[in-house]
């Protein structure tokens, strides 16, 4: 097995058809075979630039990602070979999903040894997401491999999904259209005396039947994130410990997410953030609406805020350094307007960062940040969210999801920038 062509692993689309056997009411699209190919080839182009046999994928996004299904198992992906996929569950529903042809069915992770030892496999030094893998599992799959060094790939996992293929970014693409229709009726929804929760709860319910998958995938260890974040006036400085520089309040301590019971009131800012994911890849958009005029305070640093997107995104070209963007931007945009108070969040919300990657899970590499010191991509997809705290008004600001190419960020969650007055 160990030199079969990578090709022979694959089935086409009537192939898998004709291998399932049972009748389900299945409306959903598969990942082309062509995708998985393609991703499991690079990762054996960067395994086999380094001294490792070769990977285990544990982790859902990474699964997904590499075998087109989310299941209960392990992915073996061999530097040289074919990647044999072992599942507990459900193996029915693999066969459905996945293009590849070695699967396995397994309970517990000491199968594991001998089933790659009969097929050829070395196992003497692996790669592991170490930034997605519990302890408890890590302690189960040493034991099994009693004598496998295992070493971290998280960055180079990251890497490679960084780059977008054409196929993901269309999946993009149309989430980004999708997002628009759901900004569009925003204002429709915007009523005095509404709560932060009552109207994320009618955003997300329109993001749910627009086709929104639902859940908020974040990489950065033990965080979530719930439909998006929206604040009303000072609600957004409110402190928090989310990744971003939103602040917002949440129902309770024990659920930070969405908004809180602040009510609406003539005069206030509204802070709309939100991601919105189509066949598991997000678009990333924040808007400012107000309920009336807001204050020239608020259109002011808004206004600074699009200078600095704008500076931000014609960057965001293929060779550019994100540290060096990020640099520039904070020298000709930031600095010299006297705007670093408060600037990427309020007191201690405040964030080193101008924008993110974004993909299969919200906060992708690589950042527009000091230290990212990678060169960009063409077809990276990076969420670029210049936004300013302003005490007593709330935040301001903007962010949109940006196509890596040769002549600058392309845009790809379209619609007007500026603040929406509601009347």
């Known amino acids: 097995m160990n030199g079969c062509d990578l090709g022979s692993s694959l089935l086409t689309s009537n192939q898998r058809q004709m291998t399932t056997h049972a009748t389900y009411p299945v409306s959903y699209d598969l990942v082309p075979p062509t995708e998985i190919l393609s991703r499991i080839s690079r990762l054996q182009q960067e395994l086999a630039q380094t001294a490792l046999n070769g990977a285990i994928i544990l982790d ?5 990602y590499y075998t087109g299904t989310i299941q209960d198992g392990a992915l073996f992906v061999p530097t040289d070979g074919v990647p044999v996929f072992f599942i507990r569950r459900s193996f029915e529903r ?11 069915q397994f309970k517990r992770f000491g199968e594991l040894p001998a089933k790659l030892a009969g097929s050829g496999y070395q196992v003497a030094r692996l790669g ?17 491999l009693p004598h496998t060094v295992f070493e971290d790939i998280s960055l180079t996992l990251s890497m490679i999904r960084s780059v977008k293929s054409d196929y993901e970014i269309g999946l993009i693409r149309e989430a980004g259209k999708r997002h628009r229709a759901i900004y569009d009726q925003i204002p429709d929804m915007i009523q005095e005396g509404i709560t932060e929760w009552e109207l994320g709860s009618a955003i997300h319910a329109n993001m749910l039947r627009l086709g929104y998958t639902g859940i908020g995938r974040l990489a950065t260890f033990n965080s979530e994130f719930f439909a998006g974040v929206i604040s009303f006036g000072e609600s957004g400085n409110f402190p928090t410990a989310s990744v971003g520089p939103d602040g917002f309040v949440g129902l309770s301590p024990a659920f930070p997410f969405l908004g809180g019971a602040r009510r609406l009131k003539k005069g206030d800012i509204i802070f709309a953030d939100t991601g919105f994911a189509y066949e598991g890849y997000f678009t990333d958009k924040t808007r400012i ?23 931000v995104r014609s960057r965001l070209k293929p060779g550019m350094i994100p540290a060096q963007i990020f640099k520039e931007v904070y ?7 006297n705007f670093e108070e408060h600037f990427m969040g309020f007191g201690s919300n405040q964030v080193p960062f101008l924008g993110h990657g974004i993909g299969l899970v919200i906060d992708e590499f690589p950042a527009i940040a000091g230290k990212i010191d990678f060169p960009l991509k063409e077809n990276m997809v990076i969420a670029v969210e210049p936004k300013k705290g ?16 040769e002549q600058g960020g392309e845009k790809l969650t379209p619609g007007s920038d500026e603040i929406t007055v509601v009347l």
Not at 94 to 104: D, F, G, I, S
Request: with cysteine.
């Open 60 to 64: 859902g996004v990474n699964m997904f």
């Open 94 to 104: 693999a066969k459905r999903e996945t293009p590849l042809k070695v699967l396995v």
């Open 128 to 144: 592991l997401d170490e930034t997605t893998i519990p302890v408890s599992i890590f302690k189960k799959l040493s034991k099994a």
């Open 289 to 311: 609406f107000s309920l009336g005029r807001p204050p020239q305070a608020a259109v002011d640093a808004h206004n600074v805020c699009l200078d600095i997107q704008e500076a």
């Open 331 to 337: 020298q000709t945009e930031v600095f010299s307007r």
């Open 390 to 405: 302003l005490k007593g008004i709330g935040l301001v600001g903007v962010e949109n999801t940006f196509l890596v190419t």
